[in-house]
C-alpha cells in the first residue's frame, strides 16, 4: 500500500532522485556556510560527514565505493571522538541551546 502511495507521489525514480539530490544539497550547503562562520576542527569533520554521507545516498556506484566511503565516514566519527578536544564539542554544543 505504501509503495503504491510512493509511485503515485513520484512517477518515476528520477523524481525521488531529483528531490533527494535537491534536498541533500540544501543541507550540505547550510552546513558549508555555517563551517565557514564558525570554523572549529568539530564543524570541518560535520561537513565532511555530511558530504561523504550525501554522496553514499545519491550515487549509486558499485560495492566498493560504497564501503570505502563508509570506512572514510568511521574514520571521520574516530577522529571526532579521539583527537578533537572534549571542550570544543561542549561549546558546540552550548551555543546550540
Sequence with gaps: ?????????????LDLDHYLHSALTIVVDLEFVRMIID?????ILEVLTVAITRHVILSHDDPWSNIACTACVAGLFAIRRFLVRRNELKEEMVEIE
Design 39 to 43: 570554523t572549529t576542527p568539530a564543524n
Design 1 to 13: 500500500m505504501l509503495k503504491k502511495k510512493c509511485k503515485n507521489i513520484f512517477k518515476n525514480n
